[in-house]
């Protein structure tokens, strides 16, 4: 059931994701206000992670307002304030991150929180891109921490998708259209 013009971007790491949305949210904005909402953790002692940061935060322009949430209850309480960015176009990288912050939780939390999330996003009028990490595409976890997150992030984002008008899967620098290129499951994710 599509709502808004919401978008969903998805790949694997490394594949363009990010700068893809960072494009598109461009065009689909015109002259609306941009809000960047990042998800990871600042992890101020990872170099590794904080130049990946640098990376994200030298391509986006100065204009964009940056909004930080590392939880889905955060975010889906910032996506309601209408005082922090209710008339924004707004970029959302990305929901592996929300995932990743939730992984204590047991699994009826888990669903009642991506059920508060996806209605506080599927009642939103102005568009979310979405960038999704894809991750489990043959390799299965050695832990079963890492099979929570594989699975939960899987279903995050196939529940995302249901609720967007487009869908695309970008990998090595390219990106394909999902929503005209394929059929969507009539299957609960």
Same mark, same amino acid.
């Given at each position: 059931?599509?709502? #808004?013009?919401?978008? *969903?971007?998805?790949? @694997?790491?490394?594949?363009?994701?990010?700068? /893809?949305?960072? !494009?598109?949210?461009?065009?689909?904005?015109?002259?609306? +206000?941009? &809000?960047?909402?990042?998800? $990871?953790?600042?992890?101020?002692?990872?170099?590794?992670?904080?130049?990946?940061?640098?990376?994200?935060?030298?391509?986006? @322009?100065?204009? /964009?307002?940056?909004?930080?949430?590392? &939880?889905?209850?955060?975010?889906?309480? *910032?996506?309601?304030? &209408?005082?922090?960015?209710?008339?924004? %176009?707004?970029?959302?990288?990305?929901?592996?991150?929300?995932?990743?912050?939730?992984?204590?939780?047991?699994?009826?939390?888990?669903?009642?929180?991506? $059920?508060?999330?996806? +209605?506080?996003?599927? &009642?939103?009028?102005?568009? %979310?891109?979405? %960038?999704?990490?894809?991750?489990?595409?043959?390799?299965?976890?050695?832990?079963?921490?890492?099979?929570?997150?594989?699975?939960?992030? $899987?279903? *995050?984002?196939?529940?995302?998708? !249901?609720?967007?008008?487009?869908?695309?899967?970008?990998?090595?620098?390219?990106?394909?259209?999902?929503?005209?290129?394929? !059929?969507?499951?009539?299957? #609960?994710?």
């Amino acid at each position: 059931m599509v709502v #808004a013009k919401h978008l *969903l971007i998805t790949g @694997p790491s490394r594949g363009g994701k990010s700068e /893809w949305a960072e !494009q598109r949210i461009v065009e689909i904005a015109g002259s609306e +206000a941009i &809000s960047y909402l990042a998800t $990871g953790p600042i992890l101020p002692d990872d170099q590794a992670w904080q130049q990946r940061l640098d990376r994200h935060r030298q391509r986006r @322009p100065k204009h /964009w307002r940056l909004l930080e949430a590392s &939880s889905i209850s955060a975010v889906s309480d *910032l996506l309601q304030d &209408s005082s922090v960015c209710q008339g924004d %176009v707004l970029l959302l990288d990305s929901l592996g991150g929300l995932v990743a912050s939730s992984l204590e939780f047991e699994e009826q939390r888990w669903v009642e929180l991506v $059920g508060q999330f996806l +209605a506080v996003l599927a &009642s939103r009028q102005q568009p %979310v891109v979405l %960038v999704a990490e894809e991750v489990g595409w043959g390799v299965v976890p050695p832990t079963a921490i890492g099979g929570r997150f594989r699975d939960r992030n $899987g279903s *995050l984002t196939r529940q995302c998708e !249901q609720i967007c008008s487009e869908s695309w899967l970008v990998t090595a620098g390219r990106a394909l259209p999902l929503h005209q290129l394929a !059929q969507r499951l009539n299957t #609960a994710p």
